[in-house]
């Protein structure tokens, strides 16, 4: 196993140990759950233009499309923003676990569609729909 992948294991056994309710906002997502939310929120949106993605991975993160997706910094700022994980140590894990959840539900052009549909554009504006509309 890679080193990343032994950081993600380790990071999903420490996580898995600590003892969280369901209901909580700190709960750490399964991939069938990542998955479920991304097929919940597509519905809410439409095809962006490819150059949007291009774009957004010139600004953001480079090397997106030749690395794992867990280690993606645009997979690490989605998950502090949607998964609402705690700072410090026990947050850090927990957003690698979270990254390795979500890598391993989604593919990169769907991780970079939901990504694309739900970043801060600024001025109040989330997402590629709503920044063309402002």
């Known amino acids: 196993m890679s080193r990343p992948g032994v950081l993600v294991a380790v990071s ?3 996580i898995c140990a600590t003892p969280v309710a369901a209901d909580t906002p700190s ?3 399964t991939p069938a759950e990542v998955r479920a939310d991304y097929e919940a929120a597509r ?4 095809k962006s233009p490819d150059i949007m993605g291009d774009l ?3 600004a953001h993160d480079r090397p997106f499309r030749t690395r794992p997706l867990f280690r993606s910094t645009m997979v690490s700022h989605f998950s502090r923003r949607h998964y609402q994980q705690e700072k410090g140590l026990s947050g ?6 979270i ?3 979500i890598s391993m539900a989604l593919t990169h052009d769907e991780f970079l569609d939901w990504y694309l549909h739900s970043v801060d554009f600024g001025r109040g504006c989330h997402g ?4 063309a509309a402002a």
Request: proline fraction near 4%; avoid cysteine.
């Open 12 to 14: 999903l056994a420490l």
């Open 56 to 58: 957004v991975i010139v």
């Open 128 to 131: 590629v729909d709503a920044a």
């Open 27 to 29: 709960a750490m997502p």
């Open 92 to 97: 850090h894990m927990r957003g690698i676990a």
């Open 99 to 101: 990254a390795g959840a």
């Open 43 to 46: 519905t809410r949106w439409g």
